[in-house]
């Protein structure tokens, strides 16, 4: 029997200006930077085995249909229904990811659609990027620059290609989860495929990452960071930052901007998706907790 899990979410209208965003059953959040977005809502659902550790979103405007990937190589497809402020999700199916001729270990990371509405997925443990199905079959490989294409350069097989967008001019990015080996890791960079690159400056949060890329209004890039602090109750540095792509140094470094950024508990954001102008859905991997949760918000 079809399962149906509806998503009721809100405009709340909250303008954060210095304040958390929420005081937490575990701890209380901390404001590290003034805020230049607006949170609609926070949602989050019970998985009921549905929604098994998120990694990253897409959306169909076309089809109003929100694709979401986990690590566990499944893609979760919802029906999106967006009244004014108002935004839906009601649960439609789920499929295996596989290849139709290839086997290997499905870790699926970053998602997103190109100007066709198709779907790109990447992965981590063998460092690809791939076309793939709304039924959720892999498809023809893109052909990675020579320094993403070797296993070698990565300082882990789960550190590998973890988000993935597509530019009306750049096409496909990409970015891997810390920067290469041998490489500053006071940087970070933005890869396309047709070897051009972006460097810009990773926020100083010990062991902080990429974990997914989006592209914006006028053409630049809205980055998601993510730190991990272990402790009693542990503890993540979430990070909006907007990439200018047109303004870069002699060294392709790159002017950034932060949007947003909190100290969370136990509030892993790893997947975004733009929903509409100037407003995006973020989730968490849940690892294993009873919730995946999202922030559905706008940019000031």
Not at 9 to 27: H, M, P
Not at 73 to 88: A, E, Q
Not at 147 to 170: D, I, P, R
Not at 271 to 300: A, C, H, S, W
């Amino acid at each position: 029997m079809k399962y149906t899990n509806f998503m009721h979410i809100i405009l709340l209208s909250t303008l954060f200006n210095g304040c958390s965003i929420e005081d937490l059953a575990e701890g209380t959040s901390k404001t590290l930077h003034p805020q230049k977005i607006t949170i609609l809502n926070k949602v989050n659902i019970s998985n009921d085995s549905i929604i098994q550790e998120a990694s990253d979103l897409a959306f169909d405007d076309e089809t109003n249909t929100l694709y979401i990937v986990g690590d566990k190589g499944d893609l979760y497809v919802y029906d999106v229904d967006i009244d004014k402020n108002t935004l839906n999700l009601n649960y439609h199916t789920k499929h295996k990811i596989q290849h139709p001729t290839e086997t290997f270990n499905i870790d699926s990371e970053g998602l997103t659609t190109n100007n066709k509405n198709e779907l790109i997925l990447s992965f981590e443990g063998i460092p690809r990027i791939s076309k793939l199905s709304t039924s959720g079959k892999i498809g023809e490989a893109y052909t990675l620059p020579g320094s993403l294409s070797n296993t070698n350069n990565y300082n882990e097989g789960n550190k590998m290609l973890e988000a993935v967008t597509w530019h009306q001019n750049h096409g496909i990015l990409t970015a891997a989860e810390y920067p290469l080996k041998g490489q500053d890791n006071t940087k970070q960079t933005i890869y396309s495929l047709n070897g051009n690159l972006w460097h810009f400056r990773a926020e100083s949060y010990k062991d902080n990452a990429v974990t997914a890329i989006e592209v914006m209004e006028d053409d630049n890039l809205l980055i998601l960071e993510r730190a991990y602090k272990k402790g009693t109750i542990p503890s993540f540095y979430i990070t909006l930052k907007k990439l200018y792509l047109n303004d870069c140094d002699a060294l392709k470094v790159c002017k950034t901007q932060i949007l947003y950024s909190e100290k969370m508990n136990l509030k892993n954001y790893e997947g975004l998706t733009k929903i509409g102008p100037n407003r995006y859905l973020m989730v968490t991997d849940n690892q294993d907790k009873i919730t995946t949760d999202f922030i559905y918000f706008e940019i000031k």
